[in-house]
């Protein structure tokens, strides 16, 4: 059975001592009442309920999945998720960080991070019913009329109704400019429009977990420009505002390899009503602008799988024996040692835990400076934040994703047969953790984000903020091995992005092709950077006498097992980059 | 769905160009009939049977799985399996590399590799149902008296009948001495004893596919010494001598992540009639004696399993079409061109089709070396082929399985959200294939064989003919860029080996720590060379003028596919290995 009780130590150790959250919070306005005092009692609260809530219908939603009914074209959740549901809705965790005006807690974005992680960790397919309503409700804060925020933004927010993004269509995904559904002003409606085309992978996009769902579509008006410059975003409920059922109807549900618990519908507009958000045509900026804290929660969803499945390989590890110590027998009053003793297995759990550790300081770092983007008093440092956020979503999403499916791989390997069977739930979490990979734009799409929109930002003034501020950090770094290791770690990124300037500014193509491995180069560097500067912190702690000894040691082997297992990567990325786009591009069609 | 031709180029290439069978085979004694043309003929065959029958029934055997009816103890298989285990019996398939005096075909075991893996592209689950089998007839044929030989032999060879290996308990899957189950001489009863316990892991079990199944099992006799020289090696048919029902039982089935068409049983050895094998306390030598064999086919499943997610990304890549070329329309009359046009794409695919080439070249190279080892007439050959099966069968099983599952992985990738639905059928692929990483030796275990084992055999004999094969070949290589990274990657390992000969001696567990990242250099230096050698067979074939082109420029470009994309990471690995064991044994359990 999966194993979980949320990372609190680690997460209270990020918040406080690491970011020294503190500091920057006491700056910013979240509301008289808010302190970080404040922060730590919600995260034990989230942790009890996302344990006791959660945990529990994990699996059973996986094995009830969701259910379609062709003749009222209805769908059922997982049964098991109702109750849960209700009371994450009762509970008011939809409220976090929305806006208090409209109902909301008025929270640091950064505590949703933090809950996103666990809602991850233990029930992925439930919280998605709620995870993308958050997009909805930012999207209609920053650009929707005040008539039609009245109308939807408060019962989103206290979670009375959901959201959804009907983005995809059969044919498009990535390349949203080919979408074919189109919006005709209704003559004399004012905003209304009547809505038609199909949309797949829509997520929650039908349920009975509540009354009525919210969808922000994107469509054609008839007078739109080719491509993507002529996409424009309306609101679309299900049960429009005089109560009639709106000509929006799933009309089927994908079947996939994980996330059962989640509905991904098949949708068709008929003639559905709607309402323009904002200007015409400017659909995509609008997506654009909450994508950041969409990649960031699915992102996040690959740390929070990945947490789980570690812990459960841990436990299994701990009480699993089998073989002997390679030094000899350490328990010889037991036929057998645990497993724990063998190298080999030893370098799975700890390739898991580094990361796992990597990734939320990572994770954290941005959610933190999500909020400083749009709170922090002082400009140049909202402006810097803003940089950092931009620049490091995509690795956010690409990495800690792409890491945390390995993290889910590793500790089914560690369970060895009896993680390959449901009985154990690690296999879910892989099947689950595999979308987080494709969806909110693939993994390659974040590179090409990171290499052909990030790093040009103003004449590169975020990576250029970012490598000093870690060049910085390693002259004042506490460990010397490290510091060297950091040093070369750092200089080959440089060198990387100045091989870039000079050769992909002609051809765009070597840009494409070194856009995955830079991605990875890119977090490979800067988790480096924040388990050094972790271990650093800890080692202060240590010396100022902090008893937690257990915790803050384990960060110090922590920061020296990834140097050791994972920053040796980085020569080897920067010579697959330089080799260009040759290889890649030389074989003909009939050559595959 | 799913797209798959055999790839009888690449097959045929490999085995006539690559490996100049026609020369070794015509050394060897198959019966007087056979000859490599008659393999070509056995191959076409061979792929009109996988594609025609085995494939179509894929999908539905997933979805099927099988059914356990506790009140009969007794297991359906996928019905849609029926008919097409019947062709595989009635067409031959089950005897191909068997001996002929036994009813068998007598053919090549290299014949073998190709079809297990050409089964494990069509389809995985149902093939298992025979895949053990081969063992069981390894071990009658070696071991067993003649009285069991003529009882079991031919009705297992025809495939009238299939077999198991019950090795694993609950308490122990890779420390098999750890065993239980028990067997008690059945007084006068000659070679006859009674076997009680219990077995969990048991691949056909129970199924209703024949009307006999005839178990291996690993069990202790009551003057058995402790631990693994205590094991002795007995066949219990379900059904006995005189057609009673025998006390051996299916007790439930596993629920699995893949391979759902497989049944894996728990089983129950209720005072089950069995025969003893050979010797009493024997049984882990004997079962070492059909593990190479075992571990081939397992590894070609990896490589099975990859071919066909490959073929089908592609063919769904060049049907795709979704944003444009970074150098500018490639389609300019479609309204975006195929994502074939993408770096990103390029590298996905390109690394499935050049890693699956490689793998393909190990796997089958091992194959003839197999049979070399067994067939030959010249002592040394035998010798040195024996020993190159020993060395590099733990790599077969691991690396290919690991690269293998990588390939499905970045097959699910390259089709986005496709990828992860059941429609494509990748995601199939994906799940029954994480299986080969952990049954028949985790590949954590493969890689100790390699270290612990492997290498010191005859004082490092086995090793040494490798790296003076692979260096001779350097030294003839014609592209001097592939000559250089060849040398370097040869030096690298054998640098690696030398650091290990001086450190590991003291310490073992400095070999635990080692033996994965040296089982992947293995891998990736040994791939490297066999597609070297490719690219130069190919150039060869090219300069006296072969017409079939396409392919053969593609071994070239494939060759520096590899070359810059996989051999990039012997400098890494070789860091990885010299980093010891410091980082691994330093946490206590309470920093985990």
Redesign the interface.
Same mark, same amino acid.
């Given at each position: 059975m999966l194993q979980y009780k949320a990372p609190i130590d680690d997460i209270r150790f990020l918040i406080h001592d690491v970011f020294k959250a503190d500091k920057h919070y006491s700056e910013m306005s979240f509301g008289e009442d808010f302190s970080l005092d404040l922060a730590d009692v919600v995260l034990s609260e989230m942790a009890k309920f996302v344990e006791g809530v959660f945990l529990p219908v994990n699996r059973s939603g996986d094995e009830e999945g969701c259910q379609y009914d062709p003749e009222t074209r209805s769908v059922k959740a997982p049964p098991s998720y109702h109750g849960a549901f209700k009371q994450f809705v009762d509970n008011g965790w939809t409220s976090l960080s929305t806006p208090v005006e409209h109902g909301g807690q008025g929270l640091p974005h950064l505590l949703n991070v933090v809950f996103d992680e666990m809602c991850a960790s233990t029930n992925t397919s439930l919280s998605m019913y709620f995870g993308l309503t958050h997009g909805a409700i930012v999207a209609l804060e920053k650009h929707a009329d005040e008539a039609l925020k009245d109308r939807y933004l408060n019962r989103l927010i206290t979670g009375q109704w959901t959201g959804t993004m009907c983005l995809?269509e059969p @044919?498009?995904?990535?390349?949203l400019g080919?979408i074919k559904t189109k919006a005709e002003p209704v003559e004399g409606g004012g905003n209304e429009y009547r809505i038609t085309g199909s949309k797949?992978?829509i997520t929650g996009g039908e349920h009975d977990l509540v009354d009525n769902i919210i969808h922000l579509v994107l469509a054609k008006l008839p007078d739109a420009p080719d491509g993507s410059g002529g996409i424009s975003l309306f609101i679309v409920p299900k049960v429009t505002p005089d109560g009639e059922r709106n000509g929006i109807y799933c009309t089927g549900l994908?079947?996939?390899?994980?996330i059962n618990g989640s509905a991904t519908c098949f949708m068709s507009l008929e003639n559905a009503e709607g309402y323009l958000i904002g200007e015409p045509h400017q659909g995509l900026k609008y997506m654009f602008s909450m994508m950041n804290s969409a990649r960031i929660m699915v992102g996040v969803q690959g740390l929070g799988l990945g947490e789980t499945a570690y812990q459960t390989a841990?436990s299994f590890a701990?009480e699993r024996? #089998?073989?002997r110590? +390679? !030094?000899g027998a350490q328990q010889p009053d037991q036929?057998?040692d645990n497993i724990?003793v063998?190298?080999?297995?030893?370098?799975?759990?700890?390739s898991q835990?580094t990361m796992l550790e990597g990734c939320r300081a990572l994770a954290y770092w941005v959610g933190m400076n999500l909020d400083m983007s749009q709170h922090h008093p002082i400009d140049h440092i909202r402006e810097q934040a803003g940089d950092l956020v931009e620049l490091l979503t995509p690795v956010v999403k690409a990495f800690i994703t792409d890491q945390g499916y390995l993290v889910c791989d590793q500790a089914? #390997?560690t369970l *060895? *047969?009896s993680?390959?069977?449901?009985?154990w739930g690690i296999?879910q979490l +892989?099947?689950d953790c595999?979308?987080a990979?494709?969806?909110e734009g693939?993994?390659?799409i974040q !590179?090409?984000d990171l290499v052909g929109r990030k790093l040009p930002m103003n004449n590169g003034r975020a990576v250029r903020h970012l490598i000093n501020e870690m060049v910085a950090y390693a002259d004042v770094c506490k460990d010397h091995a490290t510091q060297a290791r950091l040093r070369h770690g750092i200089s080959v990124l440089n060198d990387v992005l100045a091989w870039l300037a000079m050769n992909a500014l002609q051809?765009? &193509?070597v840009? *494409?092709?070194a !856009?995955?491995p830079l991605l990875k180069l890119f977090g490979v560097v800067t988790v480096g950077y924040l388990l050094a500067k972790s271990a650093d912190v800890a080692q202060e702690k240590l010396n100022g006498g902090d008893e937690s000894s257990?915790?803050l040691? !384990?960060k110090l082997?922590t920061r020296?097992?990834y140097f050791?297992?994972t920053m040796?990567?980085v020569?080897?990325l920067m &010579? +697959?980059i330089k080799?260009g786009?040759r @290889?890649?591009? $030389?074989?003909?069609? $009939?050559?595959?």
């Open positions: 995809t @044919h498009c995904g990535t390349d080919l797949i992978w994908e079947h996939k390899m994980g841990l701990r024996i #089998q073989g110590s +390679l !030094a036929p057998a724990m063998h190298p080999d297995v030893r370098r799975m759990l700890l835990k089914v #390997q *060895g *047969g993680g390959f069977t449901k009985d296999e +892989l099947r595999r979308i990979r494709i969806y693939t993994n390659g !590179a090409l051809d765009r &193509e840009a *494409g092709a !856009a995955t257990d915790f040691f !384990a082997k020296d097992f050791a297992e040796v990567q020569d080897m &010579e +697959l080799s786009k @290889h890649l591009m $030389a074989f003909n069609d $009939a050559e595959f």
